[in-house]
């Protein structure tokens, strides 16, 4: 059995950035109280920013614009390559274009209570009033909103909310938000004020005197290991769903580098949070490597639906209205088919595991658009998701327009990451996390459209301000070359990958990687038990153990190697899932995207227990092999009250 069982309590953690008074002006206050760096002394301070999706692409230009020196990294080939490009259904924002009732409180409000009442109201309530900001900002930059046929920005529904807030560029919005951020940082790198490092992985943080000082990276081309100093890390590197093998996100997307951060003193807050999305395309095989994430935007015009009794094979046209149970307008009939994403995950489960699923294996639901098309036409519904239709078409080679589309849910967000006080900054000073790698603003379920909000919140505005207040109070001087810190670090990166190397084993990086997926989706994916949460717990160490025996790893570290960078990353994902696994058993409540099977309500939905653990769980991690800490983050509701959240 795991020793990550003998776990201990530490003293409770506090959010001290976070400024006291009313909610509405709190940011305001916190921007005016942060001490400011003069124009002329910012071209002496340097910032590492790791990752250049919309976090790191918008903080990394923002602060170059504002003089600082910005030394860029990312794994692609190309900023306008990182992982946001992938996001397809809009951006929220409380702008109540549609005077349907929207405001920066209901932004608030939707947000904390589709969170489960899991996430500070501080920190929710700036990104609700940062949304109306982001929105000029991206007008203002070019990006190509769709537009209603008078000129104005057109909005539409996501789950979770009554409200027509989400932004949206057909389904393209994350695409045209990165290359938003993409031509405003390839500004600063035309100008020489960004350093841009393409085909570079981050593998270690160097920390000296308690500070975070810079990183330890490898370049993906030639294998060559260096060092790259300055005044403050910034992370910006995205979630960890892909510990799970199968998940929505691009394959190389990876957890090393808030994983390095954490095993050099940066807490990992709630890492059991993980955010199954209900609209994804179901698995065809054994053969896949990633799923696909059809958006959640369909889910404004298409009907889910599975056929009424167990069993029934008939293609869905042949099955007639009164033989199909739109389950999600039956059980919730105030959201309906826009219930937020953890709520209609685990409906679809529920109907699948009494039989009712459709496709191959039972595991899919029908999306069907038939009603839509009829009421609006065919040529709305393709002028409004044409580009979807058209991917799911490509990909199982059935005309949405014709037969209705089959999803199931999958793996897709992360709302755990690096634990983050007000201004973004970890519990090592000198390291930030912004965007996906920290876990601040969505509880323990995040609602739709509120990912690029986050990102471009914390890169355009956030970041610039908080991190201002930290420089201005650091000494200047600079951390010499020869420093023996550097030197140690560097030793170990290099010692682990050639250790991973020196194995010739038997077994390549991808079995052991959809090993470990296949374990933590039986037991820490839609459902968690004591009983399998355990059984995880005590085959992960046994997995780590083989890895390290049976891994191989062809070719040397001096050339592109892909096998060594998927090893790499499975080192830190089999120590991340364990310890994710470890919150989860700890949590005996139900939240959000965390089920617990043992704590439900009587009608199945799941049951928070807040007198236990309204608490943000931050983990410190004490040493290869040892137990980790745990810090408790005591929540306070002050303006948005928990309740038993209801949908119906």
């Known amino acids: 059995m795991s020793n990550y069982l003998d776990y201990r309590l530490g003293a409770d953690l506090a959010d001290t950035r976070a400024p006291a008074g009313p909610i509405e002006g709190r940011w305001d206050q916190r921007r005016f109280d942060a001490k400011l760096v003069n124009p002329a002394n910012r071209r002496g301070r340097t910032v590492i920013v790791v990752g250049t999706g919309l976090a790191g692409g918008a903080a990394g230009a923002t602060l170059a614009e ?46 904390v209570k589709g969170g489960d009442f899991r996430s500070r109201e501080s920190n929710v309530h700036r990104l609700a009033q940062i949304s ?36 949206y560029a057909r389904g393209q919005t994350g695409q045209q938000l990165l290359l938003g951020a993409y031509q405003a940082l390839s500004r600063q790198i035309a100008a020489g004020s960004v350093q841009m490092h393409a085909r570079t992985e981050m593998l270690d943080l160097v920390v000296i005197d308690g500070r975070a000082r810079g990183i330890v990276a490898r370049d993906l081309v030639t294998g060559r290991i260096s060092t790259h100093l300055a005044d403050a890390v910034v992370l910006a590197t995205g979630g960890y769903g892909n510990v799970f093998y199968l998940s929505t996100n691009a394959k190389n997307s990876n957890t090393t580098a808030i994983w390095r951060a954490h095993r050099r003193g940066a807490y990992f807050a709630n890492p059991c949070f993980t955010q199954i999305h209900p609209t994804c395309i179901p698995r065809s095989g054994d053969h896949q490597s990633k799923l696909t994430l059809m958006s959640e935007s369909l889910r404004n015009d298409g009907r889910i639906w599975v056929p009424s009794a167990p069993g029934d094979t008939r293609p869905p046209a042949e099955i007639p209205e009164a033989e199909r149970d739109y389950y999600l307008e039956r059980t919730y009939p105030a959201f309906g088919n826009l219930v937020p994403r953890d709520i209609a995950s685990r409906a679809a489960k529920t109907v699948c595991d009494e039989g009712r699923g459709v496709g191959p294996g039972g595991q899919g639901v029908y999306l069907d658009f038939a009603d839509a098309i009829q009421r609006l036409g065919r040529a709305a519904v393709e002028a409004k998701y044409g580009n979807l239709f058209e991917m799911y078409q490509r990909i199982t080679a059935e ?49 739709g459209a509120s990912a690029l909000m986050q990102g471009l919140a914390d890169g355009y505005f956030v970041l610039p301000a908080t991190l201002n207040d930290y420089l201005a109070r650091l000494p200047t001087a600079p951390v010499p070359a020869d420093h023996p810190e550097i030197a140690r670090v560097e030793g170990e990166v290099t010692d682990r990958l050639a250790r991973l190397l020196a194995v010739d084993g038997d077994r390549t990086p991808d079995s052991f990687h959809r090993e470990l997926g296949e374990l933590l989706w039986d037991h820490c994916g839609m459902a968690r038990s004591d009983a399998g949460l355990r059984k995880a717990l005590a085959r992960i160490p046994e997995l780590r153990a083989e890895f390290w025996q049976r891994i ?34 700890h949590r005996t409540e139900s939240c959000g995207g965390h089920f617990r099977t043992e704590s439900r309500t009587p009608d199945g939905e799941a049951a928070r227990r807040d007198e236990e653990f309204s608490y943000a769980a ?11 800490v745990l810090h408790r983050e005591q929540l306070v509701f002050d303006h948005v009250h928990p309740t038993q959240r209801s949908y119906a």
């Open 66 to 111: 504002q003089g600082y020196h910005v030394v860029q990294f990312c794994f692609q080939d190309s900023p306008r390559r990182a992982h946001s490009i992938a996001a397809q259904g809009g951006i929220n924002a409380a702008k109540n274009y549609r005077n349907d009732g929207d405001s920066v409180r209901r932004l608030f409000y939707d947000t």
């Open 132 to 167: 109306v900001e982001i929105i000029d900002q991206c007008v203002a930059q070019g990006v190509p909103f769709a537009r209603e046929y008078g000129g104005l920005l057109d909005t539409r529904s996501f789950g979770g909310v009554q409200v027509s807030r989400t932004f």
């Open 552 to 585: 191989r790893v062809p070719g040397t570290g001096e050339e592109l190697n892909q096998s060594l960078e998927k090893a790499n990353r499975l080192v830190d994902h089999l120590e991340l899932a364990e310890l994710m696994c470890l919150d989860a058993l």
């Open 399 to 447: 005309d949405p327009y014709r037969v209705p589309m089959r999803i199931y849910p999958a793996i897709h967000y992360t709302m755990g990451g690096l634990w983050v006080d007000y201004d973004l900054q970890t519990t090592l000073p000198g390291l930030f996390a912004i965007g996906e790698a920290n876990f601040s603003d969505h509880g323990a379920n995040r609602l």
């Open 618 to 628: 931050a983990w410190e991690f004490t040493g290869p092999g040892s137990a980790p």
